[in-house]
């Protein structure tokens, strides 16, 4: 996860900024992934007994975050621009490159490896492969339909069994069990509660048109 800040040079640093960062990081720990922040936070970290830049040094170490700037990016002298990230997120080449304003272009790369997804074999039926049509007329001549007067007779269990019986070998013979891979998704960090109410609504509403096409439905 990519973090931007900027923090207003033209601002005197206050505790409510240190507050507020604070609160950010607890947020981004929340998150099972590795973070990179990055931005212009207008404090002389160069400047070892700044209290400020002492406050924010404690702040990262808190979190177990790493800063990675060792050199001026500002006209001035001072590294006000940082590239922070986790303990164990890999940060290489990073170059203090030309000066854009008064500002350098920081330039680095990251290792960051997808994290693998586990995958199991699944037995399944093959729905696509259902013609309802045709299901529909083999099951009307099938001895579920076909002699109404001698269902009337049999038990309840019978019946049941019948159903059962019936409906499985339909189903057999027209959507079989298939063997197929099936890969977990790793859910999105910021995929929360109402991303997934809103891509659930979301997805009922393309089933409506799909049904009814019209309209009001689109």
């Given at each position: 996860m990519l973090f931007s800040l900027?923090?207003?040079?033209?601002?005197?640093?206050?505790l409510l900024f240190f507050d507020e960062l604070a609160v950010a990081f607890e947020q981004l720990s929340a998150y099972n992934c590795p973070v990179i922040i990055c931005g212009d936070f207008n404090i002389h970290v160069d400047q070892r007994d700044d209290p400020h830049a002492i406050q924010l040094d404690q702040l990262l170490n808190s979190f177990g975050y790493v800063q990675h700037v060792n050199e001026s990016t500002h006209d001035a002298g001072h590294t006000l621009g940082l590239v922070i990230t986790n303990s164990d997120t890999c940060i290489v080449d990073?170059?203090?490159?030309?000066r854009i304003s008064d500002h350098?272009?920081?330039?680095?790369?990251?290792?960051v490896k997808k994290p693998p997804t586990d995958s199991q074999w699944v037995i399944?039926?093959?729905w696509r492969r259902l013609s309802c049509d045709d299901f529909a007329s083999d099951l009307s001549a099938s001895r579920l339909c076909s002699d109404l007067k001698l269902l009337a007779s049999m038990s309840a269990d019978k019946l049941a069994s019948l159903h059962r019986e019936v409906m499985t070998d339909q189903l057999d013979r027209h959507c079989p069990l298939i063997t197929v891979r099936h890969r977990s998704k790793l859910s999105r960090p910021w995929f929360?509660?109402?991303?997934?109410?809103?891509?659930?609504?979301?997805r009922a509403?393309?089933?409506?048109?799909?049904?009814?096409?019209?309209?009001?439905?689109?």
């Open positions: 900027y923090r207003p040079g033209s601002q005197a640093v206050s990073l170059i203090v490159s030309d350098s272009l920081i330039l680095f790369r990251t290792c399944r039926r093959a929360d509660f109402d991303c997934r109410q809103a891509r659930r609504k979301t509403a393309e089933r409506r048109y799909w049904i009814t096409r019209t309209e009001d439905h689109k």
